[in-house]
Each structure stands twice: as structure tokens, then as C-alpha cells.
């Protein structure tokens, strides 16, 4: 990551997205957390933007969860599938 780097408005939300996580844990209270939101939507560069929360201890990214998802989806179109077949078993027995 250059500095120097013109930052985009995708890292500027994530930069306040660590900020509403940091209030959150009560590391920064709400003056601060408006001071420091104004200061990333001020900054210009990747530079500017890492010095608004060089004081806070990094944040955890997301966790990947395309195989939880995924298999969330399994379980859900399993389910989907089991009360349709009991469901044509049923109109089937009361005709």
C-alpha cells in the first residue's frame, strides 16, 4: 500500500466501519468517533486514512464464509425439498 495513494470511497467505508466497531468496544466515545468519521471523509490518501486510526489496535476483517454460506444454502433447500415431499405425501393419503 502506497501512502501516496489517492483512497477511494469503498476505503474510506471501510475505515469508518472500523471506527462504529471501536465505539463500539468502547474505545473511542461518540466525539471522537465524529471527529475521526469527518477526518476519513477529508482524507484524500491511503495515508490520511491510516492516521485516523494508527492509535486503535486493528480490527478483524470479516470472516471468509463461503463454505458456511454455502452450506447454509444446502441445509436450506434440504429442508425445503423434505416439506414439499411431505406435503405431496399428504395431499396424496387425504384424496
Given amino acids: 500500500m502506497d501512502a501516496a495513494t489517492r483512497a477511494s470511497d469503498d476505503d474510506r467505508h471501510r475505515v469508518v466501519t472500523a471506527l462504529q466497531q471501536h465505539t463500539e468496544a468502547g474505545r473511542l466515545n461518540l ?10 471523509w477529508a482524507a484524500r490518501t491511503l495515508g490520511e486514512l491510516a492516521t485516523v486510526t494508527t492509535d486503535l489496535p486493528a480490527t478483524p476483517g470479516p470472516a471468509p464464509a463461503a463454505d ?4 447454509e444454502l444446502l441445509l436450506l433447500l434440504a429442508v425445503a425439498g423434505a416439506a414439499l415431499l411431505l406435503l405431496a405425501l399428504f395431499m396424496a393419503v387425504t384424496r
Fill in 31 to 40: 466525539d471522537e468517533y465524529a471527529e475521526r468519521v469527518g477526518a476519513v
Fill in 68 to 71: 458456511e454460506s454455502r452450506r
